[in-house]
């Protein structure tokens, strides 16, 4: 499927019938990455995968600062373009950095969110110039060192092979332009901590004992703040849990539909 708004063209899957669960993928990632849960849940629940700007099929960026509420508004075009008043929000990593500013955004639109190996802070001050210096270096080089400095922390220790090849061929495939923009893009992101105590709807927050890149303790800090939400921590998962343990990530959303749905 396609949305088109202003001159920016998303392409998104949309699978399924039932109470929507929009899922955003990460950074040097695209729409692929959720097949594992277009295949365990669609024969239950709508599935809405967009490919976020500058990634997948979707339009270009230039290199540009994206904001995470520039990326939510696209969400929300993908939203109206599919029909959709109310979906449940789901995100991993910079895709939860996304459905928080959607909620802070367009909570009326939000029946529940999904929070995978994400976290609310903003980048430390390091943090952010290794962003943009590695911005920088996607503009001057290309993303190959990025990818591969990258690929080995985003599935846990022992990874099943072909999920490996699977993850690594997903981020060589990925845009110069539209990487230097989410990294930038991250690197702006404000503090969302205050935002999580007054998330009214339900939150289910995912993390993995394995992620390398962002740690279930970021996850455990947000549970400790949002009122009417339920921490996993997958044993076996790494960075991208919904990859590395999809089972057990498709059934933590199975059990989290029936309180949304
Ligand atoms: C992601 O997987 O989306 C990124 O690792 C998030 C980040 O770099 O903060």
């Known amino acids: 499927m396609r949305?088109?708004?202003?001159?920016?063209?998303?392409?998104?899957?949309?699978?399924?019938?039932g109470v929507p669960l929009l899922l955003i993928h990460g950074f040097l990632l695209?729409?692929?990455?959720?097949?594992?849960?277009?295949?365990?849940?669609?024969?239950?629940?709508?599935?809405?995968?967009?490919?976020?700007?500058?990634?997948?099929?979707?339009?270009?960026?230039?290199?540009?600062?994206?904001?995470?509420e520039q990326y939510a508004a696209d969400i929300k075009s993908v939203l109206d373009s599919a029909n959709v008043k109310q979906a449940v929000i789901g995100g991993i990593s910079m895709g939860g950095y996304i459905a928080l500013a959607f909620y802070a955004q367009y909570a009326d639109r939000v029946r529940g969110l999904i929070l995978a190996n994400t976290r609310a802070v903003p980048d430390s001050k390091e943090a952010r110039q290794a962003r943009l210096t590695n911005a920088q270096k996607v503009s001057d080089v290309g993303p190959s060192s990025l990818v591969e400095t990258m690929a080995p922390q985003m599935l846990k220790s022992a990874p099943n092979a072909e999920i490996e090849i699977a993850a690594r061929s997903m981020m060589m495939r990925q845009r110069s332009p539209?990487?230097?923009?989410?990294?930038?893009?991250?690197?702006?992101?404000?503090?969302?901590?205050a935002l999580l105590r007054f998330v009214t709807v339900p939150v289910l927050i995912v993390s993995g004992a394995q992620d390398a890149l962002i740690p279930p303790s970021e996850s455990e800090a947000m549970h400790a703040l949002i009122p009417n939400s339920r921490l996993v921590i997958i044993k076996d998962a790494g960075h991208l849990s919904n990859l590395d343990e999809a089972d057990a990530f498709n059934q933590e959303i199975r059990e989290f539909y029936k309180q949304v749905a």
Do not use: K, N
Request: charged share 25%; glycine share 10%; aromatic share 6%.
């Open 3 to 17: 949305c088109t708004h202003q001159d920016v063209s998303l392409e998104y899957d949309d699978i399924g019938d």
């Open 178 to 193: 539209g990487i230097m923009s989410a990294l930038r893009g991250m690197a702006a992101r404000p503090d969302r901590t």
């Open 30 to 68: 695209d729409r692929t990455l959720w097949r594992p849960q277009i295949a365990g849940l669609t024969q239950i629940y709508r599935v809405i995968a967009p490919d976020l700007r500058g990634f997948g099929q979707s339009s270009d960026t230039h290199g540009e600062t994206m904001t995470m």
